[in-house]
């Protein structure tokens, strides 16, 4: 228990904090210190009235009695008879219909603004800004060609001049191409150079980390990881389905690039994305 | 003064009579019950703070370009809405104290509500007449949880992305409904510019006044029915033994106000939280192109996500309709744990076929079967939250996360089955011994005699010892 001297002292020390922090703020401010002495100010005010409360609270309890809470039989009489002046309504059968009718087609009506909250999905989730000729460009802009990965190397592209597009993120890695097991379309491979989709099949985390070790990507998120040589089967983790695999080609310059949208639609699952 | 005042308001208002009884007002004191009162006190400074922040805050995807004093995100472009919290957090003074107080207020308001649920279940305080304050409450945890959801996602910054990235998905992922509901909620497909300004609007007007209104419901009941109270000396189901509000119980109460916000701000100027000058900006696009390793959500967060990782790949496929995979774990398994403890009070009152009225509370071991029930679910929460940092746990181990989240798929269903049984087997045991198991040394009264010499004098029976909810007999120091 604090005696009244500790309470005195709790409270000093809570009015010295606060001027504190006046000073510190004046002075630019700093946020350790403000924090700090913010504790102090608050915590003084608040062991120095617990103190006090635990002097006054003394062993003396008190007894109250509970009320009962549920009405007495004639109250609940009262209240159904009062409530039963209603009747004046359902003698009017036509009206109350008619009035039944009215606020169920306003609450219909009420519903049409929620259609307005987004677009309809539409063929959205299907496509990606990939087209047919669509060269392979990194965060930076730059064209990619077919040697400018070394072995082993990893890097984000997006269509040319569509970089926002978050759906069409795809990892392009360069790989052994005789490595390549069945699950991979070896058409779409270019001089090793293999491309996926970088947004997990699970629920849509970026597909980051390569171990090049394994040949395995790994999302971040849930652990799902996929067997780059192998069309990205799923080796490990909850992800459903490999990450689809992009159709990859070379142009006249010599730079890589999309034969064609993703075959499927990338991405986390939705209910009737297989029709 | 004041006393002219008080007459100047009852003249008009009336109210001395209801003055008079909330001041002698009766509330029993156990240190468990302080729980609620912390709840409310993080809200008040959930508001407070949140309040502040938002005369700074700019609710906005535009792209703008860094100038402030955070040298290596100068020249860096940006969302206006990551700007500005970068700009509260650097050149605003008081401004980062606030907003890590306003992280931090609520980590521990979910935390003091998770711990408050758990006494309330495990004390049986939620049955006849108290299930209505039950269903109220829960629905406070789960406003609650979104909005601090919510909260964290608006800074835009490169976690806070993974995080509403997965909630889109989570949303795709009910069938038929799916795609509508993720483009209508979102405002199109991910990542759509109307996110920062939608949950803006949910984060600081309505789900706020949701918790607000739900909040005084259920203080109001609690002042309708009268806390609940421990058995003991004097105490029974039909009278109240505690100390007054006014002035012991109050000052404690304000005190407690005090001491929790001293906490929230020693939290909120010495312990970082969120740093999201670390994760960097979320950029639409090419935010995938940022190396993310370990992402994890806040902790009430985290039993979803473990959830997401322990799921098995399966995806059952009929002629191309699916049931996709997040929809079981994310969607299915969270509604119905939520229904079930939503109806807990009317599921136990059936098993028991206990119907009547109860003010005082039971201790876990008054209830074996409850207590092993309350002991499961907090072993499946515990291992679902463990498997959300399962890359973090496995890095830290040095081993595979493969490896770890094999261990949790087996643990998830063991771990429950396994507390359960000790659970209710340790309060069955319990339920057998005295009353209090420690109740302190034993005492002996020593007389001397005329004569000179001493006497034991056997203790009377004591009365601190004995309970309404026990039938052996108290005896002292047993255990």
Redesign the interface.
């Known amino acids: 228990m604090i005696s009244y001297r500790g309470i005195g002292v709790a409270f000093a020390a809570s009015g010295l904090a606060g001027l504190g922090l006046a000073v510190v703020y004046i002075l630019g401010g700093q946020p350790q210190w403000e924090g700090a002495l913010l504790m102090v100010a608050l915590g003084g005010i608040g062991l120095g009235l617990i103190g006090w409360a635990k002097q006054l609270y003394g062993d003396s309890e008190e007894t109250d009695e509970r009320p009962v809470l549920p009405s007495a039989y004639e109250p609940r009489i009262d209240f159904r008879q009062s409530l039963e002046r209603s009747e004046v309504f359902s003698r009017r059968r036509g009206l109350t219909g008619l009035l039944a009718f009215a606020g169920g087609s306003l609450a219909l009506a009420a519903l049409f603004p929620l259609r307005s909250l987004g677009p309809s999905p539409g063929g959205a989730l299907r496509r990606t800004a990939w087209r047919r000729g669509s060269r392979l460009v990194t965060e930076g802009g730059q064209a990619l060609r077919a040697d400018s990965l070394n072995r082993g190397g990893i890097v984000t592209v997006f269509p040319e001049g569509t970089e926002a597009h978050e759906d069409a993120a795809t990892v392009v890695i360069s790989v052994d191409p005789t490595l390549l097991a069945d699950g991979t379309n070896a058409d779409w491979v270019v001089d090793g150079n293999i491309a996926y989709s970088k947004i997990c099949t699970h629920v849509g985390c970026p597909v980051g980390l390569y171990r090049e070790s394994e040949h395995s990507l790994l999302c971040p998120c849930h652990q799902s990881t996929f067997d780059v040589l192998d069309g990205a089967r799923v080796v490990f983790g909850p992800a459903p389905r490999p990450l689809p695999q992009l159709p990859l080609g070379v142009d006249e310059e010599g730079y890589l690039i999309a034969l064609g949208d993703y075959p499927e639609p990338v991405g986390p699952t939705f209910w009737n994305r297989g029709r | 003064m004041l006393l002219r005042l008080l007459r100047w308001f009852d003249d008009r208002v009336g109210g001395a009579r209801f003055g008079r009884q909330a001041l002698d ?2 509330f029993p004191d156990h240190w468990s019950f302080m729980l609620g009162e912390v709840v409310l006190y993080c809200f008040i400074s959930l508001v407070v703070t949140g309040t502040y922040l938002t005369f700074f805050f700019e609710p906005s995807v535009r792209e703008v370009t860094y100038d402030g004093s955070y040298a290596p995100l100068q020249g860096v472009e940006m969302s206006a809405a990551y700007r500005s919290a970068l700009d509260i957090s650097f050149e605003h ?2 401004g ?2 606030m907003r ?2 306003h992280h931090w207020s609520a980590l521990v308001f979910l935390a003091s509500m998770t711990v408050h649920l758990g006494r309330v279940f495990f004390t049986g305080a939620y049955r006849r ?1 108290r299930e209505l304050n039950w269903l109220i409450g829960m629905t406070l945890l789960v406003a609650s949880i979104a909005n601090g959801f919510l909260g964290y996602s608006l800074l835009d910054d490169l976690l806070s992305g ?1 995080g509403l ?2 909630a ?3 949303t ?5 409904l ?3 509901l ?11 510019e ?1 996110i920062i300004p939608r949950f803006y609007t949910l984060h600081v007007l309505v789900l706020p006044a949701v918790i607000a209104a739900l909040l005084a419901a259920h203080l109001a009941l609690v002042w ?3 806390h609940t109270q421990f058995a003991g000396p ?1 105490r029974t ?8 509000l006014w ?3 109050a ?2 109460s ?10 929230l ?6 312990a970082q939280i969120n740093p999201i000058w670390v994760y960097g900006p979320f950029r ?12 994890q959500p806040d902790w009430y967060m985290g039993w979803l ?1 473990g959830a ?8 059952p ?1 009929v ?8 929809f079981l ?2 969607v299915v398994f969270p509604g119905v744990f939520f229904t079930l403890l939503y109806l807990w009070p009317f599921l136990e009152a059936r098993f028991t076929r206990d119907r009547r ?1 109860h ?1 005082l509370l039971d201790r876990a071991r008054d209830a074996p079967t409850r207590a092993g029930v309350g002991a499961a679910v907090a072993a499946v929460y515990g291992v679902l939250f463990l498997a959300g940092s ?2 973090v746990t496995a890095g830290a181990l040095n081993i595979a ?2 490896s770890l ?1 094999t261990l949790y798929r087996v643990l998830v269903f063991l771990a429950p089955a396994v507390a359960f049984a000790l659970t209710r087997r340790i309060c069955r045991e319990l339920g057998r011994r005295p009353v209090r198991p420690v109740a302190g040394m034993p005492t002996h009264t020593i007389v001397r005699t005329a004569t000179g010499g001493y006497e034991t004098v056997p203790e009377p029976e004591s009365a601190s010892a004995a309970s309404s909810s026990s039938s052996s007999s108290s005896s002292s120091g047993e255990l």
């Open positions: 007002r009766i003074r008081a980062l104290v890590q107080m007449p993974t990235r997965v889109y998905a989570i795709l992922s009910i069938p038929l799916g795609p509508d993720a483009f209508g909620l979102f405002g199109g497909e991910f990542p759509a109307g309708r029915q009268k004097g189901e039909e009278n109240i033994v505690g100390s007054r002035p012991a119980y000052a404690k304000v005190g407690l106000f005090f001491l929790v916000m001293a906490v701000a020693g939290l909120g100027g010495l639409s696009g090419l935010a995938v192109t940022a190396v993310t390793s370990a992402s996500d997401l990782r322990l799921w098995p790949d399966w995806e496929t002629a191309g309709y699916a049931l996709p995979n997040p774990p994310a009225p003010n399962n890359d996360p493969e989240t």
